[in-house]
């Protein structure tokens, strides 16, 4: 199996960014702190294969959000994202 | 559903299964009853969580099949052999049983009837389930945009919704469907009989000057060519919004 056939996308942690975020998330924008690329998070690439969340960039592969849960926690690393724009629903 | 972008506390809910459709040998729609359930938007998703007698959890995302319109949730779901979830859930649920589901999930691969876009869909293999939600809720708004449908499977045996997507592309001249068959055909098949590639995009798809939205859900490395395709044909990236799903899933 390759890695290629592993690769999710943003819609798919749509419930467990719902568990975090009080607006939907998987409609925000997401800026790359590598490579200053701006998407959907319902479109950036996701990796469930690893012990959580990997989001990476699908511009330049950098790692977006590291999201682990377990042990009565949520961890999230946000190092790889500049910036993370929700609509504001008013 | 005015405020749906602002998100009530996801909550894990009981849904009944009212009725079981066997679409192909491998795929199965539950017809769920959900008590409490907020309402949803074509394209969305649920998270479908089983528990073990030891308590053993396994999760998974299933799209939502049905229109927002229609009374019942329908999860169309095919079965993996090595799944964790899926193999439960086509062949083991049967009528009256409770599933453990939370949901609506997502607000980026959804569409609105109100969107004046003509609107083209590509689908492959049962990734047309978030579209057939698309499309049934285009066929419950009359005066919506028209709708193209591409659907790619393998076999004539494993087209999920067939009836209906005949009907569906025979009844309204606003609705029309294009499908491709791409291991194997039957006698008499008249429709394509390749993999989606430019010359099928250039027959199907909207011009560009039309500027359509756009909704790709199937397997990654399909869902990525038929993206790049249109890309390459003068769609702009922003009209084209995907949803893939991996090789292994379950």
Redesign the interface.
């Known amino acids: 199996?390759q890695q290629?056939?592993?690769?999710?996308?943003?819609?798919?942690i749509?419930?467990l960014l719902?568990?975090i975020f009080?607006?939907?998330?998987?409609?925000a924008q997401t800026t790359c702190a590598g490579c200053g690329a701006v998407n959907?998070?319902?479109?950036v690439d996701v990796y469930l294969?690893a012990p959580g969340a990997v989001v990476r960039c699908p511009g330049c592969e950098q790692v977006l959000m590291r999201i682990v849960r377990g042990g009565g926690r949520i961890w999230i690393d946000l190092t790889g994202t500049r910036c993370l724009e929700f609509?504001d629903?008013g | 559903m005015a405020r749906a972008a602002v998100l009530g506390r996801l909550t894990w809910r009981l849904g009944k299964v009212a009725e079981i459709v066997q679409e192909t040998p491998a795929v199965a729609s539950l017809l769920l009853d959900v008590p409490g359930w907020p309402g949803h938007l074509a394209g969305q998703h649920v998270d479908v969580r089983l528990t073990a007698e030891d308590g053993y959890q396994a999760q998974r995302s299933y799209s939502i099949a049905s229109a927002p319109e229609d009374g019942r949730v329908a999860l169309t779901v095919e079965r993996l052999a090595d799944g964790e979830v899926s193999p439960y859930l086509v062949g083991e649920v049967r009528v009256g049983d409770e599933i453990e589901l939370r949901g609506p999930i997502g607000g980026f691969f959804v569409w609105k009837a109100g969107d004046p876009r003509p609107l083209l869909l590509i689908a492959g293999g049962s990734g047309i389930a978030p579209l057939m939600s698309m499309l049934r809720h285009r066929k419950a708004a009359p005066a919506a945009s028209p709708a193209r449908l591409l659907y790619s499977s393998r076999t004539i045996e494993d087209v999920i919704y067939r009836p209906e997507l005949e009907r569906l592309g025979a009844g309204d001249e606003a609705i029309q469907v294009w499908q491709t068959l791409t291991r194997e055909q039957p006698p008499g098949w008249t429709g394509y009989a390749r993999r989606v590639d430019s010359a099928m995009l250039n027959e199907i798809a909207w011009p560009k000057e039309r500027v359509p939205a756009v909704y790709v859900c199937g397997p990654t490395g399909f869902v990525e060519e038929a993206a790049e395709l249109l890309v390459d044909s003068g769609y702009d990236p922003a009209w084209i919004k995907t949803e893939r799903f991996g090789a292994t899933g379950g």
């Open positions: 199996m290629s056939d592993l690769k999710l996308d943003g819609n798919s749509g419930g719902s568990e009080a607006l939907e998330a998987t409609a959907p998070v319902g479109q294969n609509r629903p």
